[in-house]
């Protein structure tokens, strides 16, 4: 996914601030779900009552990024386990890396927010994925 870095997302020196990239994060998540595995992520929010808490996240900062550039951000799957799983989101620009990032989220019931086994569905969409990505 691409993502151009504005002006709102600058610090005073000029440079992307450090928390504006957890927040790309989150997004690209969401567009992953729905473009990358075709499920709609506000369906399984909103209608399935199904959530992805983030429970650990951290990311290297490589080369600052500026108002202007654009933004490659890819997502790969580092750990599928029962009810959790490993993203590492990689930024590019101009395929040079700015930053890698990981995330660990779990599947959630929204009513009682206890933890659950990642649906079948979308297991099978994250294998087809994590394939696709190797191959």
Not at 7 to 13: I, K, L, Q, T
Not at 48 to 77: K, Q, Y
């Amino acid at each position: 996914m691409q993502r151009p870095i504005r002006f709102s997302h600058s610090d005073p020196a000029g440079i992307v601030y450090f928390p504006v990239y957890f927040d790309m994060f989150n997004g690209v998540v969401e567009d992953w779900f729905t473009q990358g595995l075709d499920i709609d992520y506000a369906s399984m929010i909103l209608d399935r009552r199904l959530g992805l808490p983030i429970v650990h996240a951290e990311c290297d900062f490589i080369i600052p990024s500026r108002m202007g550039d654009t933004l490659t951000l890819g997502v790969l799957i580092e750990r599928l386990g029962r009810s959790s799983l490993k993203l590492r989101i990689n930024g590019e620009v101009d395929k040079q890396v700015r930053l890698s990032g990981s995330l660990t989220v779990v599947t959630t019931s929204l009513d009682d927010f206890a933890s659950m086994p990642i649906p079948d569905d979308i297991r099978r969409a994250m294998e087809r994925y994590r394939a696709a990505c190797e191959a």
